[in-house]
């Protein structure tokens, strides 16, 4: 067997846990990365966080966690849709096939 690399799994961690992640940096006036290590975290990941926050906060341009959170709410309603819309004229054909 050649080297593998073994599968890293992605970590998930909750909005709470991030917001206390970013508010324990804005707290302790130490650098990122000396934040996340402590954490046990990347620093790339504290980073991201960081700059959600400042968006989220309107201190930065970009989308919101909240509107983020709509559209993935809109995109999902948007492929059930087009789902169930498909299914009525695969039906509709049927149809239209048996009354001919």
Do not use: C, H
């Amino acid at each position: 067997m050649e080297n593998q690399k073994p599968k890293r799994t992605k970590r998930v961690y909750t909005s709470e846990y991030k917001a206390d992640a970013v508010k324990l940096w804005r707290e302790s006036g130490e650098p990122v990365l000396a934040v996340a290590k402590r954490l046990g975290i990347s620093d790339s990941s504290l980073g991201k966080w960081i700059q959600q926050d400042a968006v989220d906060r309107g201190e930065r341009e970009g989308t919101t966690t909240v509107d983020r959170e709509r559209i993935a709410g809109l995109e999902k309603e948007l492929k059930q849709t087009k789902m169930e819309r498909d299914f009525l004229k695969k039906v509709s054909v049927f149809f239209a096939k048996e009354t001919e």
